[in-house]
């Protein structure tokens, strides 16, 4: 076999994994969620809360879209989660605080992901 033909293998439609919103919100939490569990260092521990930063500016931005589906009162306390997340990530960051919170709030959310069906994501 020539390499065009393992390159329409290996990238072909048959192989592209397609995702719901719902789905890919879960994978991206579940990931960061993990990188801030197992963060052995200042530098890791750095690294995945700034991730985690933007995953929460992300879905800040998202809900407060007046074109979001979701309804205003799940918006205003998942935007509210966003603000908690960057304060608590400050204090985490000046060894005031531990990642625990942070954990417990995307967990929560994997959870709340997991048990409704994907009807327009945040």
Do not use: K
Request: aromatic share 4%.
């Amino acid at each position: 076999m020539n390499l065009v033909e393992q390159a329409r293998r290996a990238y072909g439609p048959g192989n592209i994994a397609l995702r719901s919103g719902r789905s890919a919100e879960h994978q991206v939490i579940s990931d960061v969620t993990a990188r801030l569990q197992a963060a052995a260092s200042f530098a890791q521990c750095a690294a995945a809360l700034h991730d985690n930063r933007r995953l929460w500016t992300r879905l800040a931005a998202d809900v407060a879209d007046g074109a979001n589906g979701l309804p205003p009162a799940l918006r205003a306390r998942i935007f509210y989660l966003a603000e908690f997340t960057h304060h608590h990530s400050r204090r985490v960051l000046r060894g005031e605080a531990g990642i625990s919170a942070l954990v417990e709030i995307n967990t929560a959310v994997l959870r709340g992901l997991s048990s409704r069906p994907d009807e327009g994501a945040a």
